[in-house]
């Protein structure tokens, strides 16, 4: 039963791989992506901040959330809730890509739990089906409860009321602002916003400028007002204040008036009225001038009316009050209206329960009468009772719509369709299975191959988490919108885990990938290059690599590539401090490099107050192989004048690593410590000790350049190879063990976690070591498959000397990665490469036994390139490379790698399965391949010269030249 349940789930994650492949987004489908600038998912999905459920979008614009969570409990025992963003003992088990169906697995204790998932109906109903699971050897009694809300955003704006003629015009909505004095931020503005944009809930729309406007005279503000209306006697107000005990003084002008203001604030809003001369309808300019230095000017906006209307401007906080209109159509349903919406929600449940009501804050497991008011609404059903060694299902159901619909909803499923809800349930779910593929999957060709690892439930386990751990609502650039979160359901807009996140999905769930690329690329409008915040770790130029390769849509190189270009100038060409060695600093952007808060050398410079002048190794290690990716594209685009800038900043960078940064001693790059003015280069960093405070992942990145020399490259692999450097049962740690100042319970101090591992993986098949890339991903996947049969979770660090997981149990930003090599690893019909590898052709048949593909090398080589192809892993295979034979070598069955001889440009790969033939005639049952190849059929045929590939199956990258490393 178990090897079955592994052979589906196998099904289940080839299937959704090979559907992602088909998705090959054109240039229509762009236009339509920008105009929605949104994740296309449906209203309902698993969007919450505090517990898990379904929730539904009741409004996009207002930031408007109702919540619906089904959670059990043993009867008469405290109810867990389940936080999600906490251990909460629930579990994400299964997520198609559109979440018309999820489950969440709740565990009572070890022998008993309760499987909830969530299933589309219609567009406006959906089925919630549990299913509580005894496997001990006692009954047990199990409570379900129903807990609904609405919520409200973070930021919920101030309201406004305006008479007749009267209008708004927000401070953030200005044509042009100038500052005397620009910082960093104004040039990358958190969030992707408008420069001088900030966010509270005292403003009008949420947002006000501010930011350091009016500290300098001569910062100047213009508006472009359309009025909609004649004016006889018009006058504006301006809604803004200063810091306690600061003042201001503005210029106000526009067609035919000029007024002077003096303020003077105790840091509350005031209105400064300015009366205009007559104005018809039409189009017309205001700017907004500081007449001296001053206090910084929080302007939240104008409104804008006749005279004699002013007093009826109205503005007043908005009440956070959602106890909702409470009714039903019989005893088993209920509907619920809120305040803030114009939507009625439905709940149907089958059999005996009670509703209670209960505000936010209280303790849920506190009884609470019905009618008190609260907040949440809380429905209990009647215990079930569940005999040893048996399962039983409970159906409920949640709808939306005006209350004519809901009404007529629940009437509608006034009876439980058993049948009809486990069929839908059933269609949802078998969409990823593939029968024909199971019988070659039971096919046992050899009993000399090794063993198959099996990671498939960790890989569905990670996907589902990856797939549910989104939220809403995060108020981005523009509104409020949906957001993959990476290590909570926080308001974050995370870059760099967002890359990851993506690069995970772009193989399973292509669009998905393709629409958070889009989400953290600016428009041409915005100020701001990209969307920022955290480290500047640019994962997004790899996602656009590995799209490329998932799709190969040249409408999505196109899309991206101005975009990307933008942000790789903000990034090369003087967004980014450089210093005089080459070095960029990036500390006016974050105060951490990579990503990681405890990263000893950044923590000892912090401390020491030479951040400002020290320069990290994996900025500008990942500046040069972005710059490689972008000069891939630009050569495919036919954009040859972008090629020469990309060529100078990977000679610059390079050569300010290896001139400066590199300590043979240690082996590993150090942070460059840079004078007071960051033009002399000091030396590495070091700790009294003399200690290269950098030996760990941020020192050893330089390797996936390209660019090292081959002592250096010989150095870094072997402290990556070395478990007395970096490498741990549980894989790399991020900080060298030999190191004094290493810390195995340290996050990203000697800990292990998973996201820079596939930078170096990568690398690893860039430089032909196909045997470490593959220990990397198999050791990831088996740290992984560990954790999630223990603890069903998937942390973002591990211990190197357990392999236990720790920190946030659903930390997907720092995970999804794994997917990756599972995809490459353990999922049929793929070829995947490094980072100079790019797939211009992929075709797969049905079952996945036959393969072509042409792939290209961006660059020439300087060692031995590396290919791992995963095919059905029933078979045994025949390989062809430029239409000659040519060895591969099995990691498992089905698993093959592929070394080809530096110098290797553009290869066609063609993979086909033999025949099976059965091994014993009197026993059919059991069948096996020919494993052995005669001179008859297998000739080896010599590749000619002029197809840059030579026969090979050594294992290596170019012999370098032996020397002790010191």
């Avoid at 920022?532 to 999505?556: I, K, M, R």
């Avoid at 660059?859 to 031995?864: A, I, L, Q, R, V």
């Amino acid at each position: 039963m178990k090897h079955t349940r592994s052979i589906l789930l196998l099904l289940l994650l080839w299937s959704l791989g090979a559907q992602a492949q088909t998705f090959r987004p054109d240039a229509g489908y762009f236009r339509e992506l920008e105009k929605r600038q949104k994740i296309n998912l449906p209203d309902w999905g698993p969007y919450s901040k505090t517990y898990a459920g379904i929730s539904h979008i009741a409004n996009y614009e207002k930031g408007l959330r109702f919540d619906l969570s089904v959670f059990p409990n043993i009867f008469g025992r405290s109810a867990q809730l389940p936080d999600v963003n906490k251990d909460s003992g629930y579990y994400p088990w299964e997520a198609t890509s559109d979440l018309s169906h999820y489950a969440f697995r709740h565990q009572l204790y070890a022998k008993l739990y309760a499987e909830v998932s969530y299933e589309k109906l219609e567009d406006n109903a959906r089925l919630v089906r549990t299913e509580i699971v005894n496997s001990g050897d006692l009954p047990e009694s199990v409570s379900l409860n129903l807990l609904s809300s609405m919520n409200l955003p973070e930021i919920l704006p101030a309201t406004i009321s305006l008479p007749q003629t009267g209008f708004w015009v927000d401070g953030m909505d200005y044509e042009r602002l100038q500052k005397k004095n620009e910082t960093p931020e104004d040039k990358l503005v958190p969030h992707g916003w408008r420069k001088g944009q900030i966010v509270s809930s005292e403003f009008v729309n949420g947002t006000a400028l501010a930011r350091g406007f009016g500290k300098k005279k001569g910062d100047r503000l213009i508006y472009a007002i359309n009025f909609p209306q004649n004016y006889r006697y018009p006058v504006m107000s301006l809604r803004l204040k200063v810091a306690e005990g600061q003042n201001a003084a503005l210029t106000i002008k526009g067609t035919g008036f000029r007024k002077k203001l003096k303020i003077a604030s105790n840091g509350s809003f005031q209105n400064l009225n300015v009366e205009m001369a007559p104005l018809v309808a039409g189009k017309y300019w205001i700017a907004v001038e500081v007449g001296k230095d001053g206090g910084e000017i929080v302007l939240d906006g104008i409104a804008i009316c006749e005279k004699k209307e002013l007093g009826d401007v109205k503005i007043s906080p908005t009440s956070r009050a959602s106890k909702p209109e409470i009714g039903k159509t019989d005893d088993r349903n209920i509907t619920l209206k809120y305040p803030q919406s114009e939507i009625f929600y439905g709940i149907r449940w089958y059999g005996p329960g009670r509703v209670s009501s209960i505000r936010k804050g209280d303790d849920i497991n506190q009884n609470t009468q019905s009618g008190q008011g609260g907040d949440l609404t809380l429905i209990t059903l009647k215990p079930v009772t569940v005999p040893a060694g048996e399962s039983k299902v409970v159906y409920s159901l949640v709808f939306a719509g005006n209350k004519t619909d809901v009404e007529r909803l629940l009437n509608r499923y006034a009876q439980a369709d058993k049948q009809g809800f486990e069929e839908t349930r059933s269609d949802l779910r078998k969409a990823f299975v593939r029968p024909e593929f199971v019988a070659d999957s039971l096919v046992v060709f050899d009993s000399l191959a090794p063993e198959r690892p099996n990671h498939d439930e960790a890989a569905q386990i990670l996907l589902a988490s990856a797939r549910t751990n989104i939220v809403f609502p995060v108020f981005g650039p523009k509104s409020n919108i949906l957001r993959y979160a990476s290590f909570g359901k926080t308001n974050g807009l995370d870059t760099w885990t967002a890359g990851t996140t993506g690069i995970g999905l772009a193989q399973t769930d292509t669009e998905r990938a393709v629409e958070l690329l889009e989400t953290y690329l600016a428009q041409e409008n915005r100020a701001s290059a990209f969307v920022h915040q955290g480290a500047l770790v640019p994962t997004q130029f790899y996602l656009y690599q590995e799209l490329w390769n998932s799709t190969h849509s040249w409408d999505l190189l196109r899309h991206f590539y101005p975009k990307l270009l933008r942000y790789y100038d903000f990034l090369c060409e003087g967004g980014v401090k450089m210093t005089d060695t080459g070095l960029p600093l990036p500390w006016d952007y974050t105060d951490n490099s990579g990503g990681w808060t405890d990263y000893p050398a950044q923590d000892y410079a912090k401390d020491k107050v030479l951040l400002g002048q020290t320069a990290p190794a994996i900025l500008p290690a990942h500046l040069i192989r972005i710059s490689k990716i972008m000069k891939q594209a630009a050569d495919m685009l036919n954009k040859s004048d972008d090629k020469q800038k990309f060529d100078k900043n990977i000679k610059t960078l390079s050569k300010g690593l290896n001139d400066n940064a590199w300590d043979k001693a240690s082996g590993y790059y150090g942070y460059l410590v840079h004078d007071s003015k960051n033009k002399r280069p000091i030396g590495v960093l070091r700790n009294d000790k003399g200690e290269n405070l950098n030996m760990g992942l941020d020192g050893a990145y330089p390797i996936i350049t390209g660019e090292c020399d081959k002592r250096q490259t010989k150095a870094i692999l072997a402290n990556l190879k070395s478990e007395s450097e970096l490498w741990s049962p549980t894989g790399l740690r991020n900080v060298s063990q030999s190191a004094s100042y290493c810390q195995s319970d340290r996050r990203w101090n000697g800990a292990v976690s998973f996201a820079h591992q596939w930078f170096f993986w990568k690398s690893m098949l860039d430089l032909g070591e196909t045997e470490f890339a593959a220990k990397i991903a198999e050791t990831a996947l088996t740290t992984l498959s560990e954790e999630t049969a223990s603890s069903h979770n998937v942390y973002g660090h591990y211990l190197p000397q357990t392999g236990r997981g720790f920190g946030y149990p659903r930390a997907t930003g720092y995970v999804s990665p794994a997917l990756s090599w599972h995809q490459a690893y353990f999922t049929p019909g793929t070829v995947t490469g490094g980072f100079d590898c790019w797939t211009k052709e992929l075709k797969t048949n049905e079952d996945a036994t036959e393969l072509e593909a042409t792939v290209s090398f961006a660059e020439s080589g300087k060692t031995k390139r590396g290919l791992v192809i995963s095919m059905n892993s029933g078979r045994k295979y025949e390989f062809t490379v430029n239409d000659n034979n040519y060895e591969a070598q099995m990691l498992w069955p089905g698993t093959y790698t592929l070394s080809l001889p530096k110098g290797t440009k553009t290869v066609k790969i063609g993979v086909v399965a033999l025949e099976i033939i059965p091994e014993e005639p009197e026993a059919p049952e059991m069948i096996d391949l020919d494993t052995e190849d005669s001179e008859e059929g297998s000739e080896i045929v010599e590749i000619p010269e002029e197809n840059q590939v030579e026969k090979s199956s050594e294992e290596n990258t170019e012999e370098i030249e032996a020397e002790e490393v010191q």
